[in-house]
């Protein structure tokens, strides 16, 4: 691993690095927080457009994290530096918009292995560099990557003991940002776009999956909630299989990172008592 910077923050350090990924093919960047003495180790994926610098830099979250002792891996959002014709053509789809997921159709799945990447390689690897592999593991994120939290959290079941969203894509398969990805990276037979979804894959669940609850915060504000964001479904589907869910909705609130800094200690704080007790 390359360190591009650290920085000293609330007795902690925040740190920038650079490595070479076997799952993606290509160099990949992330952001982590090591606060003075970790306890549990919180994964935060970011949304469209994003890098592993917009919740580092945007989201204030170190010094709570400091407090409660929560290191923070912040990873980018794609790969980048692959060069495919029209990666870049579009704000919704390519560069920075990987939706978490391995694509399946050429010549997306080559590179774009982001949940093979996150779970394979960078998790594991970071545990081992940082003496961070036995703490209690939980994930988080904001718009696309509160989907990738959602849904990754449900396919991996155990892999996390807590999770949280901002705004996420709840549905996919039933909104354009969702179809527009899911056509692109995983090809035209919807069935396959199943378990990529949050909503689908919590209605299929046998038991709760979460019984200590999941966080969701919401602007009413926000301009992408009635077609691409959708929470209205999420929430049936955890109602309908027992999960406890705390869909908090605000008034005023947007899309944004203003949104995020204003709820994001709660989100920390949930992850503590469901990580730590």
């Given at each position: ?213 999941i966080?969701?915060d ?27 869910l ?32």
């Open positions: 691993m390359e360190l591009l910077s650290q920085h000293a923050a609330f007795g902690g350090s925040q740190r920038f690095y650079r490595h070479d990924s076997r799952e993606i093919g290509l160099p990949m960047r992330f952001a982590l927080f090591l606060p003075p003495r970790p306890r549990a180790l919180l994964v935060y994926l970011a949304g469209l457009t994003c890098s592993e610098e917009t919740f580092t830099m945007k989201a204030g979250a170190q010094q709570m994290a400091a407090e409660l002792g929560l290191a923070l891996l912040m990873p980018d959002t794609s790969p980048r530096g692959a060069n495919i014709p029209g990666e870049a053509e579009s704000w919704d789809f390519g560069l920075a918009a990987s939706f978490y997921l391995d694509a399946t159709e050429p010549p997306w799945n080559r590179h774009w292995r982001m949940e093979s990447y996150l779970l394979e390689e960078l998790l594991p690897r970071v545990g081992a560099e940082f003496g961070l592999a036995a703490l209690p593991l939980g994930l988080f994120g904001h718009s696309m990557g509160g989907h990738g939290a959602l849904t990754l959290a449900l396919r991996h079941p155990g892999r996390f003991g807590s999770v949280s969203a901002f705004a996420p894509v709840c549905a996919p398969t039933q909104c354009p940002w969702g179809r527009k990805a899911f056509a692109g990276y995983l090809g035209a037979d919807e069935r396959a776009w199943a378990a990529h979804d949050a909503s689908l894959l919590m209605r299929v669940q046998p038991r709760p999956p979460y019984p200590g609850g966080l969701i919401q602007g009413l504000a926000d301009k992408f909630l009635a077609e691409q964001l959708r929470p209205e479904l999420f929430e049936a589907a955890c109602a309908a299989v027992g999960q406890p705390t869909l908090r909705r605000h008034e005023g609130y947007d899309h944004g990172y203003y949104f995020v800094a204003s709820f994001v200690d709660d989100h920390l704080q949930h992850h503590a008592h469901q990580l730590l007790g």
